[in-house]
């Protein structure tokens, strides 16, 4: 495996490229190119992502700094979902958070005490000082913080279009990453089915020993060439519609530390900040509602002066390839799947698949078989996953105003294992033993997150009083220290505005 390709130059493409490239940069014989096509641009949607991306940033030896003013970044702590419950009994507006910050070992036998006496307070808030901070708008670091440390757990929101632009210069200059631009009309196979050849319009064939399908939704090398089936996850998530648009923000304007995820009656909405405008986006089930209503929606929504807005509408195909890895072909990025983008996975999944695949990339083709059974098992269970904790946020829902909210609570929608679980933990609260893989997506803290910040109903057990006092102690002292915090940590936009004059202090 000496010439290794990447299709596709959106965000996908470019992560893949800097983990192959950093994984190759010291060996002459193995060669990374990235092709991507001048007459398709990459989608530009993606601005919204998870902690682990400060790892992967880092290790790409890319200054946050740098960064952080290239790409409009945001810091992003937390997601806020608004009015995913029941209004008539938690009443309009009602929200939580699912927080990046994972509380503390104790903290997280908080549970039962807050089942017992917290449930007229937020359970978030009880956890973790981070809610009072979000709620705040206040940043999770302050100038001082080194680069990629928080006092407080965080990820960022990004302009997707600059960030590709980011990690090309890094992939170019840093790993030596050959970049060409060109438009791909055909893929030749050899006789046993693996790739052999692309041909494109601009420069004709080119052949490489490995391939990389980043080609977003078209799929053209595994889903087109390979004919790898494309599995349905339309019967379980049901939002397959998103309508986006760009708001432009005043230089004064407040920039909420969280992404907004505002249900509706057939989806909900996602309102993100970055330093010059939001990012706002429609997200519904066209089998529930029209295009046309989700329009007017969005207009409400938006308030202001709609008619200046340039709106964009996105189909999405929610599924994922049956596989992931088929002889010379590994997907990544849309062209492995999409389910929608509530918790922000599709970078996330595309991150973990490319590092994953470099760690243990194939050296010569009787390799290639372990590792493509390998790498399909766990990208598999990862999917699954996913599905299980996007689907949580709709199943458990008490909301009951719309065929939506209750087609989404039909037993057959729901995946096995998440039914399976939800029953555990109407009996017991989760404990970490309920995630046993390593390769849990999401994990124990996002679902205590998630189904106390929905007032999921377990059943309580006694208590003794030795746990009680112990429970009492650590929340008054999570309270103490989010007042101590709200004091300590700067306001979002000032340190954003302070980081691009001075900068963070270098790793
Ligand atoms: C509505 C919506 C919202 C989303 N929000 C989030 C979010 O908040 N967080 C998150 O993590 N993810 C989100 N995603 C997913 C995110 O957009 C993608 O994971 C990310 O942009 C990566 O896309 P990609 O690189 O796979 O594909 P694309 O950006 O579509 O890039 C495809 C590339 O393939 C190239 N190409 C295509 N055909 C050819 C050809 N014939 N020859 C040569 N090149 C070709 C194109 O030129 C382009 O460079 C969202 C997706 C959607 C649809």
Redesign the pocket.
């Known amino acids: 495996m000496k010439k290794i390709v990447v ?7 470019w992560l893949a490229a800097n983990h192959l490239g950093k994984k190759f940069k010291d060996n002459a014989e193995i060669t990374v190119t990235l ?3 001048p007459d ?10 998870v902690p682990k991306i400060r790892q992967t940033l880092s290790s790409f030896g890319i200054s946050e700094t740098q960064f952080i003013r290239e790409c409009d970044v945001t810091f992003k702590q937390s997601i806020k979902f608004v009015n995913w419950m029941d209004k008539q009994k938690h009443g309009s507006d009602n929200f939580f958070h699912h927080l990046f910050d994972a509380p503390d070992k104790f903290a997280e036998d908080l549970t039962p005490y807050w089942l017992k006496h917290g449930q007229g307070n937020r359970y978030a808030d009880m956890l973790s000082p981070q809610h009072s901070a979000c709620e705040l708008n206040k940043a999770p670091k302050s100038i001082t913080t080194p680069e990629y440390e928080g006092t407080l757990g965080y990820a960022y929101h990004l302009n ?1 279009a600059k960030f590709a632009n980011l990690l090309c210069n890094n992939a170019v200059d840093k790993f030596a990453v050959e970049h060409l631009k ?3 009309v055909d893929v030749e196979l050899n006789n046993d089915g693996a790739i052999a050849a692309l041909v494109t319009k601009e420069i004709g064939k080119l052949e490489y020993d490995f391939y990389l399908d ?5 799929s ?1 090398l595994l889903g087109k060439a390979l004919n790898v089936p494309f599995i349905e996850k339309s019967k379980e998530l049901l939002v397959n519609s ?1 309508l ?1 648009v760009q708001v432009p923000t005043q230089e004064e304007d407040e920039i909420p530390p969280y992404t907004v995820a505002t249900a509706h009656q057939a989806g909900w909405i ?1 309102d993100i900040a970055l330093t010059n405008r939001r990012g706002v ?1 429609f ?1 519904y089930s066209n089998n529930h509602m029209s295009d046309d209503e989700a329009k007017t929606k969005l207009d409400h929504y938006l308030k202001g002066n709609p008619s200046e807005l340039t709106y964009r509408k ?1 189909p ?1 195909k929610v599924g994922h390839r049956e596989k992931f890895w088929h002889k010379n072909c590994v997907s ?4 492995q799947g ?1 389910l929608e ?1 509530l918790e ?5 999944l ?1 991150d973990f698949a490319a590092g994953f695949l470099a760690d243990r990339f194939p050296e010569s083709e009787e390799q290639m078989l372990m590792l493509e059974q390998r790498f399909n098992h766990v990208m598999g269970y990862a999917w699954d996953r996913v599905v299980d904790f996007i689907k949580l946020h709709y199943c458990i829902s008490d909301r009951t105003d719309s065929t939506f909210w209750l087609d989404n609570k039909k037993e057959e929608t729901i995946p096995v294992m998440l039914r399976k679980r939800l029953k555990l933990w109407e009996q017991f609260n989760p404990q970490k033993e309920d995630f046993f893989s390593k390769f849990e997506i999401f994990d124990y803290d996002n679902y205590l997150y998630l189904l106390y910040g929905m007032c999921y109903q377990t059943k309580l057990a006694p208590l003794s009083s030795r746990y009680h006092e112990k429970a009492k102690a650590k929340a008054d002292s999570i309270q103490a220290i989010a007042a101590q915090l709200s004091l300590r940590l700067p306001n979002h936009r000032e340190l954003i505005n302070k980081i691009k004059l001075y900068g963070l202090q270098n790793i």
């Open positions: 299709v596709g130059g959106g965000t996908a493409g092709i991507e096509s398709i641009a990459p989608i530009g949607v993606g601005e919204g992502t997707a060109a438009h791909i980043c080609t977003g939704f078209e053209l998103a986006v996602w986006g997200v996105l999405m990544l990025g849309l062209a999409f983008p922000a996975t599709s970078i996330l595309t």
